[in-house]
């Protein structure tokens, strides 16, 4: 559960929950535009985690496979730059984790839902959950069952406050990359894996990860658009959409459930079916995801858009 800052004044004087998680923002994001979503995961049963659970239900994602467990849920507190005091030039939102032994971390693989592996086209991975407790066990079970049958996507969207063991991390990361068919990265990401890469063209940074197992790597790039590669040499990039920016969380989430969608709908739900599809249909996909997290930019927290939003703004452009 995110925990968004009440400002007044200039100083943050509460703050106001905001159902948020990167998984659960996809799942939704991909309900919004239109795509069967389920949130594979485990929640809490108190406050926190049957208010998650009303809104995947409200927001038409399916629910039965999830698992429900005695315990609480991680509270996400996130800053804007804006209200960071004594951050200097920040110009990312911070976040301070609250999840120790949370309901979230404690997934093991025998908990998966036979259904997961009969019923599912595309799987996305990543963020924190594979950083804590049992949960990243039960994500790499599932993608290893997975691969070959379904499409893997994978987004870190790391949070170095979180990271008590970096090579550790860096090796779960390894094995994740060398399953994935499809992976999003930020420059952020890039500064934590990758530090002298940062500088380098978006297209050569791309192009670098995709030779590291994915198929297909989308790199955004803010205000400036994203980029793509794949390993058959393909390099395409969008601008993005101009928009009035609100904040940036769950701009990512966002973009990864518009890239999914795209991909999906252009009948790339394996490996072999994402190799097929071609340059223009790859550029049309990462213009989608484009399209899609602009808005999210144009609304506080992780708030993704509807396809007929996201629609009306790419036919606009």
Known sequence: ????????????????????????????????????????????????????????AAEGVRLDLLTIARGHTTLAFVIPPDAQPLAGAADEPAFTFYGDN?????????????????????????????LRGTTPLAARAAAEQLRGHALLSLDPNIRPGLIADAPAYRATLGAFLAMTDVLKLSLADVAWLEPDLVDTDPLAVAAEFARRGPQVVALTLGGRGAALASRDGVQVSVSAPAVTLVDTVGAGDTFAAGLLSALVERGATTRATLQALTPEELTEALRWAATVAALACARPGANPPTRAEALALLQRD
């Open 102 to 130: 949370a309901a979230d971390t404690l997934l093991t693989p025998e908990e998966l839902p036979p259904a997961l592996f009969t019923e599912t086209a595309a799987l996305h991975l990543g963020s924190i959950s594979l």
């Open 1 to 56: 559960m995110d925990l968004l800052p009440i400002i007044e004044d200039g100083a943050t004087v509460g703050f106001r929950l905001a159902p948020g998680g990167s998984i659960l923002n996809v799942a939704v994001g991909l309900a919004r535009l239109g795509v069967p979503a389920a949130f594979a995961g485990k929640l809490a049963d108190d406050f926190f985690g049957r208010q998650l659970r009303a809104y995947l």
